[in-house]
């Protein structure tokens, strides 16, 4: 009950001040905030509670990775467009051929046009865009780690363990390596860090 106010109003609260981290990121702010109300108000199990956050986390994730998706979608047509490039260059080279006045020159050039067109296409899908759609799915996934961490500690809450061991069941789950050592948590809870 004593962190009421702190959820009621995160952005004002003293508590929250201390996490700038915490309170700038929305995403984790509203999570948080949300489920803590849910735990104070009771009345809802901690199975409950699962089904609950877990329902959310697959939509937020869903939402998060769209524009990786997108982008990967992308990524995956460019090499057509470079082959479409490399047909209409080689039709309009081929037209050419027909006409006494075109030079072996002008017909390398267009050639060359073709070729740059599918390079251009597969440059831009493997080299710039798809690598891309993987910095944004990799961005999207931290930030879904973030909140399986909160999760992990809340539900670990409701079902009755006490805090410290609550805040293993999240450091437990978070990647190797963003995880600090058992006792580097320790020293930090203790406020040593």
Known sequence: MAIEEDVEDPKESELFGRYERIRNDHHVLEFLCD???MVVSG????F???NLMTAELDTHEKEAHAPSH???QVADALPGFGIVAAVLGIVITMGMLGDPNTDSAAIGGHVAAALVGTFLGILLAYGV???LAHAVGQRAEEGGQALECIKACILAQQQGYNPQIAVEFGRKIMASQLRPSFSELEEFLRGEA
Request: overall charge negative.
């Open 35 to 37: 489920y803590l109300r």
């Open 43 to 46: 009345g809802i199990s901690p």
């Open 48 to 50: 409950e509670l699962d």
């Open 70 to 72: 997108a982008l990967q």
């Open 129 to 131: 865009v798809s690598p």
